[in-house]
């Protein structure tokens, strides 16, 4: 009894310090995260977060039923978007949701500041779903150690610091939740997980388009186990309602609808469904029919299935061969073919986040992660079973897509962090058990050799007794049976290749310790690094150091949208590159004519074609949108290198994808990219060029006294003397970051038809005069000239 109390009370003590570990790796989850609020303020980041943030503010002041019927008039004019059908709500539903159990609290606060904040929560609650996954696996160590590295490992840190307030901030934790309870479900075989697993799912599908790898993931693991002759009730419960419960919450979210089993993302868990049904109805006539019964049963299955299986191919070939893709979206088909979307969607193809990543980059986002797979992927086969076999398999599938797009860097980092943590825990283990036993072998060893030492003098000391018959004699003889016995060396003073007294020799296990805990020391720092300078900048404040060591903010973008939000008209009609749509809508509250969204290539063409296209097209296309200010990005005065002029030949790409008089060798000198005296005079006489370097050449000079030059491009402009007919400029920010030009009214065609009637009577002359009613408008117009 006394003994099972003692065994009570360390399991309760073992719990108490395996709950405050993990609450202190998530408040440092949370901690770390905050950096950008430390050193910047509490603002969103990036470009996609602002449109997230329009909508949990229209959400907390007109509720979720408005939300879902809203159809927002201020994007993507004339056209418009529907709200509601086009979202994945399940960011802004849960930023709600906490904004107004706050409130119901009596605790103000403003739904912005819980938008910025929402990611590192989330952060804390992946690190600790983290740990139930993986001590589902392979037991509370491991958990503790993949939830610590999860919480800083700089590859999630990227997409969830305070202000990223992105669909994946939440995402990653609905990922991982939802793979926790399916081996939850593989483990207990109760319907309750089950059910519980098809909610997370639902979840997921609520908060990202990134629910298809789940969808997939799954099944491929349970064709696996299947394949593997592993098949059993625990399997057809984690599957069977995981799909049907599954599949029908997903296809009530609006943006998916019937997409749910429609596409070919989805087919395959369909396909493993019934594959999984035929499994388990030979399993069933295995359990009740005799041998010959048996036989003509499973004759009669195969020939049904075979013709079932048949038709179901025929309808499956149909539905793919009706669409141009063979049902799958493009961005699905780059990640099966990453050079699809070069060839053929240039609009996916101009997003960073969708190019493959560097091999520096999986350093910089996994750190010493990348030694420690291998060794948990080892350890998840000793013993293999259902469970790791997800684990390895989740790993494998991650890292290939993680190859194919940087952006799915973030499902490769819980499997990472997972494998990562069970294959340090196991060696820790072993290390430490190592060590554990030569302390006892040496305390065992001490004692043995004194017990020895004492029993040999004992021994010789009654010989020398009988031989002298003396006490002295037996004196000297224990001493010199003593001395002779200390001689002998103890076996931990022997080199340690002569030892197999443990797993691995004590000193190795010793120094394997050390260089365990010497490279998550190295890690710690790498990750506080990432999160507090590379991660932590939000894009519409950037920093720079001064040579006296302070920092200089350039605050660009926000001085820009409140100049148009304070000094043009609230229905006026703002055109810039698809990728500031969403903050020009947030922050300048005007109407824009593409965004973020890039639902509709033909309008996103239109304005790279008016982009390539030289001043006076431009203008005519503009007009037709009825757009009144345009705006470009330039870093060619302070060196920023992600402005307009970079981004320029994906404008003609996009542009010439549809309008095919755009063609990108037009704006090419031999096959190069150029902007300096070498550059051809369609590039040189383009609307992104001219708006972009109009009187840049009076404003900079180089350290050699050159006029124009560019600090990104490294160059002198190759066209300097920049006049401006139909656009004017209004403002320029501080930096010369950001430049809005006004489109100027129509141009007085009486000059022109004055010259032309001139020409029609044979005059030699070109008069100057206007007539008094061309005169008039010229002066209701401002003096302009064109």
Not at 136 to 164: D, F, H, N, Q, W
Not at 434 to 463: C, P, Q, R, T, Y
Not at 735 to 740: A, D, F, K, S, Y
């Amino acid at each position: 009894m006394a003994e099972e109390r003692s065994g009570i009370k360390n399991s309760g003590l073992s719990a108490v310090v395996c709950a405050f570990t993990l609450l202190l790796i998530c408040i440092m989850a949370f901690a770390i995260r905050l950096f950008s609020v430390v050193k910047y303020e509490s603002v969103i980041h990036e470009f996609d977060p602002y449109f997230n943030l329009r909508v949990s503010q229209f959400l907390a002041k007109n509720g979720p039923y408005a939300m879902w019927n809203w159809f927002d008039d201020r994007t993507w004019y004339p056209l418009g978007r529907v709200i509601g059908g086009t979202v994945y709500p399940g960011l802004m539903l849960t930023a709600g949701t906490m904004w107004w159990i706050l409130n119901s609290l009596h605790i103000t606060i403003d739904i912005g500041t819980v938008c910025v904040f929402t990611s590192p929560i989330f952060s804390a609650n992946c690190a600790w779903a983290t740990f139930l996954l993986t001590k589902e696996v392979k037991g509370t160590g491991a958990g503790l150690t993949a939830a610590a590295l999860i919480a800083t490992v700089p590859s999630y840190i990227s997409r969830s610091v305070a202000g990223s307030y992105d669909n994946e901030g939440i995402a990653i934790f609905a990922l991982v939740f939802t793979f926790y309870l399916y081996v939850k479900t593989l483990n207990t075989g109760s319907l309750f997980w089950a059910t519980a697993n098809a909610l997370a799912y639902f979840y997921m599908v609520c908060s990202w388009g990134g629910y298809t790898f789940i969808i997939n993931l799954i099944p491929i693991h349970m064709l696996a186990c299947l394949l593997a002759g592993k098949y059993s009730a625990h399997l057809y419960i984690a599957y069977a309602p995981f799909i049907i419960f599954g599949t029908l919450l997903a296809a009530s979210v609006p943006v998916v609808g019937f997409n749910a089993v429609m596409t070919s993302e989805h087919f395959a868990s369909v396909l493993v469904f019934a594959v999984l049904h035929v499994f388990a109805l030979v399993a069933y006539l295995k359990r009740t029919l005799p041998p010959a019964a048996l036989k003509a049963a499973t004759a009669a299955i195969l020939t049904i299935g075979a013709v079932g299986a048949a038709a179901f191919a025929f309808l499956l070939v149909g539905l793919v061969a009706a669409s141009p893709t063979l049902g799958w979206s493009g961005r699905s088909l780059s990640l099966l073919d990453p050079t699809y979307a070069g060839k053929y969607i240039p609009i996916i193809a101009s997003v960073s986040e969708h190019q493959p990543p560097t091999w520096p980059s999986y350093f910089m986002d996994l750190h010493v992660l990348i030694l420690l797979i291998p060794a948990g992927i080892a350890a998840c086969f000793m013993p293999l079973s259902v469970p790791s076999a997800f684990l390895i398999l989740y790993g494998v599938v991650s890292v290939y897509f993680s190859g194919a797009m940087v952006r799915l860097m973030l499902v490769l980092a819980p499997a990472a962090c997972i494998l990562a943590g069970i294959g340090l825990s196991e060696g820790l283990h072993v290390f430490a058990r190592s060590l554990k036993h030569g302390v006892v072998n040496m305390k065992e060893e001490i004692a043995k050799a004194g017990e020895e030492d004492e029993d040999e003098g004992a021994e010789g000391a009654s010989k020398e007794v009988v031989k002298s018959g003396s006490k002295e004699g037996a004196r000297d003889a224990a001493a010199r049976a003593s001395k002779k016995k200390s001689v002998k060396k103890r076996s931990w003073e022997k080199p340690w290749w002569t030892r197999s007294e443990g797993p691995i020799p004590f000193e190795m296990a010793a120094v394997g310790i050390a260089l365990a805990l010497l490279l998550m020391f190295f890690f710690v720092l790498h990750c506080v690094w990432a999160s507090a300078e590379a991660y932590s900048a939000p894009s519409i404040v950037l920093a720079s150091h001064n040579p006296d060591g302070s920092t200089h903010i350039f605050d660009d973008f926000r001085e820009a949208y409140g100049w148009l939000r304070h000094n043009t008209d609230e229905n006026t009609k703002v055109a810039s590159w698809w990728d500031y749509g969403y903050q020009t809508t947030a922050m300048a509250n005007r109407t824009v004519i593409v965004d973020n969204n890039t639902w509709n290539n033909t309008h996103i063409a239109t304005v790279g074609m008016a982009m390539s296209s030289p001043e006076r097209e431009a203008w005519k296309i503009f007009k037709s949108l009825d757009v009144e200010y345009v705006f470009v990005i330039f870093g060619g005065f302070v060196g920023y290198s992600g402005d307009d002029i970079a981004k320029f030949l994906w404008m003609v790409r996009i542009g010439g994808g549809v309008y095919p008089h755009i063609k990108e060798p037009d704006y090419l000198k031999h096959g190069s990219y150029r902007i300096d005296s070498g550059a051809t005079s369609t590039m040189l006489n383009c609307l992104m060029y001219k708006l972009s370097y109009y009187r840049f050449a009076d404003a900079t000079m180089a350290p050699d006294g050159t006029s124009g030059y560019d600090r990104v491009r490294r160059t002198e402009i190759g066209k300097k003397n920049i006049k401006l007919r139909y656009f004017e400029e209004v403002f320029t920010t501080h930096h010369w970051m950001v430049r809005i030009y006004r489109l100027k009214d129509v141009p007085n065609r009486q000059k022109g038809a004055r010259k032309k009637a001139a020409k029609a009577i044979g005059s030699p002359k070109k008069s100057n005069k206007l007539p008094k009613s061309a005169s008039k408008r010229k002066s209701r117009i401002g003096g302009l000239r064109f």
